[in-house]
Structures are given as structure tokens and as C-alpha cells.
């Protein structure tokens, strides 16, 4: 039996001892490369839409109270978070109908908040020389007021708490009668 060249016993053209000559696989790495890179770039494009088209209408703005008064024309009828501080002595509450009313402020801005629900945190308690920061979530009025559909109180930091207990006082938010925290 005679051989041609490029005969061998595996068949006709194999590139075996040749070393430029490219393996078979080597031609499918960089179709999937291409495939990979373009899924990548559909799914970044989709996740940018996503996140594009979502802070249009529902996006939930949160602005201390100094600079939501500064323009609430651009702030009217959207969904917003005020945080300020309560204005000792401006909280009211009427049993029926359930409602709360009181007034925060920042930076010598004050807006005046209605909350028309019956429940709101323990926390949010009038405490003489102690701001209590105050957060609330719902849309400007065209009045300048607030009507909130939500009220978060923050509690004063552990560390202000402390010192007013070795003062001897009790802990603000507390029952009376409870013990100390």
C-alpha cells in the first residue's frame, strides 16, 4: 500500500504534527464569545430600560424639609420623604376622625403635616430638650402642607440616652414605671 501525502490512518488531511494549522475547536471560541458578549449587552440594555422607565412616575424623593420648601411647585403630586425635626409643642391629635397634625422643620423652614390615620410609632413622642427627628412619606399640598401617609420617628442615639439616664432620668419613650433600657 502506497501513501500520499496527506494520508495518514485517521484519513485524508489531518493536521497532526502541524503546528500552524488551527485545532477544530478553535473556530467555535469565538462565535461563543461573540454570543456571550452580545447576551450581555441585551441584558445590561434591558436593566438600564428597567431602571430608566421606573424613576419616571414612582420614583420616591427624600429631601429634608429646607429644600422641599425651597420648590414644592417640582414636588407637588409625586410621592416624597420630608425629614426635619418636630417643632415642640405642635403635635395635635383628634380621635374622630382619627388624625394627627403637628409641624417639622429644618433649618428654620417649617411645614405643617397631617396625618390622617389613628396609629403612629411609640416613638414619636413630644420630648422636652431633645429634637426628635421625624420622617414622613406622602405628597406636598398646593398650601405648602404635608399630608403624609406615613410617619417614621427616629429614636435619640443610645449614647444621648445614657447620659440622660446617669442624669437620672428615664429613658423618654418608656412607659411610666418601666425600668431603665
Same mark, same amino acid.
Request: aromatic residues 6%; glycine residues 12%.
Given at each position: 500500500?502506497?501513501?500520499?501525502?496527506?494520508?495518514?490512518?485517521?484519513?485524508?488531511?489531518?493536521?497532526?504534527?502541524?503546528?500552524?494549522?488551527?485545532?477544530?475547536?478553535?473556530?467555535?471560541?469565538?462565535?461563543?464569545?461573540?454570543?456571550?458578549?452580545?447576551?450581555?449587552?441585551?441584558?445590561?440594555?434591558?436593566?438600564?430600560?428597567?431602571?430608566?422607565?421606573?424613576?419616571?412616575?414612582?420614583?420616591?424623593?427624600?429631601? $429634608?424639609?429646607?429644600?422641599?420648601?425651597?420648590?414644592?411647585? +417640582?414636588? %407637588?403630586?409625586? #410621592? /416624597? *420623604?420630608?425629614?426635619?425635626?418636630? &417643632?415642640?409643642?405642635?403635635?395635635?391629635?383628634?380621635?374622630? $376622625?382619627?388624625?394627627?397634625?403637628?409641624?417639622?422643620?429644618? +433649618?428654620? %423652614?417649617?411645614? #405643617? /403635616? *397631617?396625618?390622617?390615620?389613628?396609629? &403612629?410609632?411609640?416613638?414619636?413622642?413630644?420630648?422636652?430638650?431633645?429634637?426628635?427627628?421625624?420622617?414622613?412619606?406622602?405628597?406636598?399640598?398646593?398650601?405648602?402642607?404635608?399630608?403624609?401617609?406615613?410617619?417614621?420617628?427616629?429614636?435619640?442615639?443610645?449614647?444621648?440616652?445614657?447620659?440622660?439616664?446617669?442624669?437620672?432620668?428615664?429613658?423618654?419613650?418608656?412607659?411610666?414605671?418601666?425600668?431603665?433600657?
Amino acid at each position: 500500500m502506497s501513501s500520499t501525502p496527506g494520508d495518514s490512518p485517521e484519513g485524508p488531511f489531518t493536521n497532526e504534527g502541524d503546528a500552524s494549522a488551527p485545532a477544530p475547536r478553535a473556530a467555535a471560541a469565538p462565535k461563543r464569545n461573540v454570543g456571550l458578549v452580545v447576551g450581555l449587552v441585551m441584558a445590561a440594555s434591558a436593566l438600564a430600560g428597567f431602571v430608566l422607565t421606573g424613576l419616571g412616575e414612582g420614583a420616591l424623593y427624600s429631601k $429634608p424639609v429646607d429644600e422641599l420648601l425651597a420648590n414644592p411647585a +417640582k414636588f %407637588a403630586g409625586r #410621592p /416624597v *420623604r420630608a425629614e426635619g425635626n418636630l &417643632v415642640h409643642g405642635s403635635i395635635e391629635h383628634r380621635e374622630s $376622625p382619627c388624625e394627627w397634625r403637628f409641624v417639622i422643620e429644618k +433649618k428654620g %423652614a417649617k411645614m #405643617p /403635616v *397631617r396625618y390622617p390615620q389613628c396609629i &403612629v410609632p411609640d416613638t414619636f413622642r413630644d420630648v422636652p430638650n431633645m429634637d426628635v427627628g421625624v420622617t414622613v412619606e406622602g405628597q406636598v399640598q398646593g398650601d405648602g402642607s404635608f399630608l403624609a401617609t406615613t410617619v417614621l420617628a427616629k429614636c435619640p442615639s443610645k449614647y444621648e440616652m445614657q447620659e440622660r439616664q446617669q442624669k437620672g432620668e428615664q429613658m423618654p419613650h418608656a412607659p411610666p414605671g418601666a425600668g431603665s433600657f
